[in-house]
């Protein structure tokens, strides 16, 4: 974890876009406290999956924590006919169940 006054959440859907973020934060030496995902571009389950996966190709270590899997009021839209099925741009056979979401609530 940072030992900055001002601690970094991302909030992520799981797509493309947000995983090339956090590859560009994390070079730029600025990796996140912890991360949240949600539905968005993908499914919940899969939006978690592809952070951790994106983690793991980094060799970094983040709190990863699964947030809402739907909308509150409006109906799920997905962005699969932009990102593709996997949010990642359909990456042909690969799998990432490297690592797990955290299972507690982490204080700041």
Not at 58 to 83: E, F
């Amino acid at each position: 974890m940072s030992s900055s006054k001002n601690r970094l959440i991302l909030d992520t859907d799981g797509g493309v876009d947000d995983a090339q973020a956090l590859l560009m934060l994390i070079a730029n030496g600025r990796t996140p406290d912890a991360i949240t995902t949600v539905f968005g571009n993908v499914g919940l389950d899969l939006a978690t999956q592809n952070i951790l996966a994106t983690l793991a190709v980094a060799k970094v270590g983040v709190a990863v924590h699964a947030g809402a899997g739907r909308p509150l009021t409006q109906p799920v839209i997905d962005a699969k006919y932009i990102h593709g099925d996997d949010g990642l741009g359909a990456r042909q056979g690969l799998t990432w169940s490297l690592m797990s979401p955290a299972k507690t609530p982490m204080a700041f």
